[in-house]
């Protein structure tokens, strides 16, 4: 029988999936004797029939009747009793955290009665109303479906109308009157009355959040993190504790160290007589943790006692969220905290120093995106002038954009592709699309685990927040700090690690996480604590990096960053430029010796080219792969001659020979589908010479740096293979040039001679393929492309977005490699290219060699290698140790 219903006594932290992080983690605390209000979950099972039926589910109802009345029982009192109510919150919660994007209702089970016997109880008129109209206003918007925004106006009309500059300032009447006029409000947009049957508020309140699970933010946010759309969300119901009593009572957020930067040491916020979400939503400006101390220094003692226990409980850093009542201390809510790659990787090394996880374990603590984010560039502080204004460092980088003033532009503009910073007086959840778009975002109000904060950081966003000195009118779409009007599309640059803003584009200088990669050297702890998980990656990876590098320049930066070797040197920028002509002559050319004459002057240059690479990479492997593209794509634009013959013709003159010959062989190569044509292996096969002229400049090449005493280790790729025989003839033309130079120099050359497994076909057939190939890379670019039928030019821009809100997939496969189908042919190809010959050496060279999450399923399919760019070098060999590591699980986020 399928329980729908947990106890917080039943559940612990591994039921995350089933409880969502939120119930697992309560159940957890419970466990551990800490101070947790009682409760239950309703599992995500329970939402995910929900969701794909539209009903409740059989048996949901009767479960949450029993759970509700062990409560009632325990408590001794029954939900909205009228002479002593008790009260519940309904909140989400799923797997993965996703801050603020669902919803959550407080103080659920007051109604016209129960609200006058709390304030009996509580001897508070006040904080009974104020805790009604939470209710009503939560409910109505979440529930009911009406426009939030209605709400707070007539909140903002009512401190107006009193002068209030907070909700402290509006007294027990006045709220009074404001449910009334919510009341009204919620009629007038629905027709019906706000419920007062406590258990149909629970009811609904449960359905409600399940149906969040795919409201716009919360979509938005999981398609932006990759987190799948059919996991639904839990729902914690929890018996209500109060901060919002009076001055002896508050709510806070607090975190075990600094999530920004890893120092250690408690660091959150805490806001004096206030109740749930006020705290993140940055409504009245908070005090820093330390502050508890003076106001309740025994709840204070108590919150770092239990700090101390989920940190070493979880072995990680936790964040909390607590609530005071009348000086007593409530856990709300733990988790293993968000953080910044900064933080992530200072942590790691910390924990490591304090004995408390080992190297191996600190190394599935960091990741290669944050890696990446790392080594962005930083503002140059020699060129920062003075401040605009200061706020809260939020969300650590450099960022510069033109200001605007609400999501909608930021989205309008990002798309047309300007770069933004979102400036608001606090963000809420709705802003999420524009702060996705935005390069950084600047908030007036809020602290440091405010709403934006804690958003930004997770995305990995520049975030400065709580600038008290700037105004923000976003009516008026500008901001003043003192006399300086800053009007929407003025360039503002952030800098989310020292909490500034400055007018203008300040310049950018390489981060310094950057310069250890490229000059070696230790540093601040940050840099230390990079460098010790990249030492600890390179000691138990099995994947070998090696990079994409067309040129000596990149291929030695790639050195430096660690690569072992070039995996793909693609040879057609070296037919571009100036070598143009020569590419046209060889095209044109009337007859063989036109031709070889054509050949011969652009041999030297690519021998130039080669040896220049295989210097830099001396020792080291060099795959140069043999040209692709089709050779049309080196001759001028079909239309533009066009025109110009027409253009010429039309004047009665005689148009030039050179442009109506060129214009004759583009017209014969023309393709329709340029990708699927004449390039690659074929291209080889088809015209004559071009081959043995890319082979006979390597080989020459390898000859001069064996003269000149280097190590030249030059492999010869083919690519686009889809049958065997392509390869061998292919093979035979490369060997006998080969054979060629060495007997002609002296020097034996020898080059291993592979092929990309880049077509379905060679995939499908690789046991045949490795019979003439001594390597394989896997180019998943066109394996994608070719595998699911999408033009790779095309695809992403014209329809990618429709398929991803479809959740169709959750990361472009151009991005992340499509594990079943594409990964599919890869296992396929591996099994059957190491059957035929065994000892296979066996990488892929497409955009996925750099991607985290590919870099795993590589390893796990057993390849030797991946080959990326030279900055996603590092990337690869973390994300390389850590996939020799252990599998993911839902804490891993
Ligand atoms: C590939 O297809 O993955 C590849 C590396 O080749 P290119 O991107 O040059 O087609
Ligand atoms: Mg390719």
Known sequence: MVHYVYDFADGHRDLAGLLGGKGANLAEMTRLGLPVPPGFTVTTEACRAFLSTGAEPDGLAGEISVHLAALEDAAGRRLGQCDDPLLLSVRSGACFSMPGMMETILDVGLNDDSVAALAKVSGSERFAWDSYRRLVQMFGATVMGVDGALFEGALADLRRARGAADDLGLDAADLAGLVATYKDVIRQETGEDFPQSPREQLRRCVLAVFASWNGERARIYRRREHIPDNLGTAVTVQTMVFGNLGPDSGSGVAFTRDPATGRPGPYGDYLPNAQGEDVVAGIRDTVPLSALAELHPDAYDRLREHMRVLESHYRDLCDIEFTVERGRLWMLQTRVGKRTAEAAFVIAAELVDEGVITAEEALGRVGGEGLARLMFPRFDTSALGAPLAHGLPASPGAATGAAVFDSAEAVRRAAAGEQVVLVREETTPDDLPGMIAAQAVLTGRGGRTSHAAVVARGMGTVCVCGAEEIAVNTGARCFTVGHTVVEEGTVISVDGSEGTV???????????????????????????????????????????????????????????????????????????????????????????????????????LQREDFAGILAAMDGLPVTIRLLDPPLHEFLPDRTDLAVRVAAAEARGEVPDGHAVDLLGAVNRMHEENPMLGLRGVRLGLVVPGLVAMQVRAIAEAVVERVRAGGRPRAEIMVPLVGAVEELRIERAEVER????????????VHCPVGTMIELPRAALTAGRIAGEAEFFSFGTNDLTQTTWGFSRDDVEAAFFSAYLDKGIFTASPFE??????????????????????????????????????????????????????????????????????????CDDR
């Open 502 to 604: 400055h007018l203008g584009a300040v310049p950018l200088v390489d981060s310094p996480v950057l310069r250890y990669f490229e000059a070696g050297g230790r540093g601040t702890g940050l840099v230390d604590a990079v460098a010790r998980a990249m030492e600890q990656a390179d000691s138990v990876r099995a994947l070998e990096v090696r990079a994409n590098a067309d040129t000596p320049e990149d291929a030695a930066r790639a050195r430096r960053f660690g690569a072992q070797g070039v995996g793909l040197c693609r040879t057609e920028h070296m037919f571009l430029g100036e070598r143009r002509a020569l590419v046209e002559a060889m095209i044109l050319a009337r007859d063989k010796a036109e031709q070889g004459e054509a050949l011969d002057a652009l041999l030297p």
């Open 737 to 748: 040039v080969l054979a060629e130079v060495s007997e002609e120099s002296g020097v034996p």
């Open 816 to 889: 992340t490699l499509d594990h079943d189908g594409v990964g599919r042919l890869i296992r396929i190809a591996v099994e059957e290219g190491r059957a035929a010959r065994p000892g296979l050496k066996i990488g892929v060279c497409g955009e996925h060699g750099g991607d985290p999450a590919s870099v795993r399923f590589f390893h796990t399919a057993g390849l030797d290698y991946v080959s990326c760019s030279p900055f996603r070098v590092p990337v690869a060999r973390l994300e390389a140790g850590r996939a020799a590591l252990d599998g993911e699980g």
